[in-house]
C-alpha cells in the first residue's frame, strides 16, 4: 500500500522569502514520486519527479526536492518566492512493481504575501 | 500537442437530472483517469481505464455515476439522477506509455458541476 502526507494545508510566506513544502509518503517498495501544481481554475501540471538517480530533482519555475529515504520524505523548496509561485501544490507517490497508480496528497495552498 | 480536453467547463444543472462530462486524451496516451476534487475531499480517484477498458471503478461513489471509454480518444462520465452532494470539479487525466517508469498524468482544465 502507498499513501502520502501533506503537512499542512496551507503554508504563507513574503515574497522573496524560502518556500518549504512538505511531502511524506508510504510505500513498500522503492517509489516514484511527483509534485504536481494547480492554478486556480485549472488543472493539475507536473512540477518534477523523481524515478530513481540523483536524489535532488530540479523541476520548473525554481523549484526543486529532495528524495530522501530515511526519512521518507520528499519536499518541495525554492529559494525565493514570487507572487506568482501562489497555488497549489500536491505531492504524488507512485509504488514501483504496483498497478503504478499515484496516490495524491490532500494538496497544500501556498499563499505569498507581498 | 493540443493536451487533455475537457467539455464543458461549467456546468449548472437542477437536482435529478442528468449530466454527462466529456475528455478527449493525448493522442497516444494508453491510460486515462477520471478525478473528483472538493474542498472536503481533495482530490478522489473515480475510475481510470487502460487502452479503452475500465481497470478499476472502486472509487465511482454510487450507481448513479458510470464512465465509458468507447475509443481512444474520446470518454465520458455520467451522472444520473444527479445530486446537490455531486457538486465538485471533475477532472480528467490521460498518461503515455510507460508508467513503468512513472510517466506523470497530463490533467484537462476541468468541469466545473454544480447542482442544485
Known amino acids: 500500500a502507498q499513501s502520502v502526507t501533506q503537512l499542512g494545508s496551507h503554508v504563507s510566506v513574503s515574497e522573496g522569502a524560502l518556500v518549504l513544502l512538505r511531502c511524506n509518503y508510504s510505500s513498500s517498495v522503492p517509489p516514484y514520486l511527483f509534485w504536481y501544481v494547480q492554478y486556480p481554475n485549472q488543472g493539475l501540471q507536473l512540477l518534477l519527479k523523481y524515478t530513481t538517480g540523483a536524489t535532488l530533482v530540479k523541476g520548473i519555475n525554481g523549484f526543486e526536492a529532495e528524495f530522501k529515504k530515511s526519512e521518507t520524505s520528499f519536499h518541495l523548496t525554492k529559494p525565493s518566492a514570487h507572487m506568482s509561485d501562489a497555488a497549489e501544490y500536491f505531492c504524488?507517490?507512485?509504488?514501483?512493481?504496483?498497478?503504478?497508480?499515484?496516490?495524491f496528497g490532500r494538496g497544500t495552498s501556498l499563499i505569498v504575501h507581498p | 500537442d493540443a493536451g487533455v480536453i475537457q467539455s464543458p467547463r461549467h456546468e449548472v444543472t437542477e437536482m435529478g437530472q442528468e449530466v454527462t462530462l466529456r475528455c478527449k486524451p493525448i493522442s497516444g496516451h494508453d491510460y486515462l483517469f477520471w478525478y473528483r476534487q472538493t474542498m472536503m475531499r481533495g482530490l478522489e480517484l473515480l475510475i481510470y481505464f487502460n487502452n479503452n477498458v475500465p481497470i478499476d471503478d472502486s472509487g465511482m461513489p454510487e450507481d448513479r455515476f458510470s464512465a465509458k471509454m468507447p475509443n481512444a480518444s474520446f470518454s465520458t462520465l455520467k451522472i444520473q439522477p444527479s445530486e446537490p452532494r455531486d457538486s465538485a470539479v471533475y477532472f480528467c487525466?490521460?498518461?503515455?506509455?510507460?508508467?513503468?517508469?512513472?510517466?506523470?498524468?497530463?490533467f484537462g482544465n476541468g468541469t466545473r458541476l454544480t447542482v442544485t
Open positions: 504524488a507517490v507512485i509504488s514501483s512493481g504496483g498497478s503504478y497508480i499515484p496516490t
Open positions: 487525466a490521460s498518461r503515455p506509455p510507460g508508467g513503468a517508469v512513472g510517466s506523470p498524468l497530463h
